[in-house]
Nanobody, 115 residues
Framework: QVQLVESGGGLVQPGGSLRLSCAVS????????MDWYRQAPGKQRDLVAG???????NYADSVKGRFTISRDNAKNTVYLQMNSLKPEDTAVYYC?????????WGQGTQVTVSS
């Protein structure tokens, strides 16, 4: 069974940075594109960033130029470096494989941007 374990969230001031990690087990990680999503209270879960097996990346317009997705196939981990954080980035962040249907969601990691 595939497990997705997100970590690295926390409370940060506007303009600050965080680096999220997602450890993946139970599958051959290198075979899959990976995505980061986020869900703010009362809102739907939205795609934030994605990375293909070959390292090609894509981003939501709201985070372009501020967030960077990367992966380490040796560690079965995908990362999300978040810089210049804004209050509107506050959400629970999740990762998943780019498959249909998606894997069962992990617990996510809470990111709160507030002064």
């Amino acid at each position: 069974q595939v497990q997705l374990v997100e970590s690295g969230g926390g409370l940060v001031q506007p303009g600050g940075s965080l680096r999220l990690s997602c450890a993946v087990s139970g599958t051959i990680f290198s075979l899959y594109a990976m995505d980061w999503y986020r869900q703010a209270p009362g809102k739907q879960r939205d795609l934030v960033a994605g990375i293909t097996r070959g390292g090609r990346t894509n981003y939501a317009d709201s985070v372009k130029g501020r967030f960077t997705i990367s992966r380490d196939n040796a560690k079965n981990t995908v990362y999300l470096q978040m810089n210049s954080l804004k209050p509107e980035d506050t959400a629970v962040y999740y990762c998943n494989r780019r498959i249909i249907p998606p894997d069962s969601w992990g617990q996510g990691t809470q990111v709160t941007v507030s002064s």
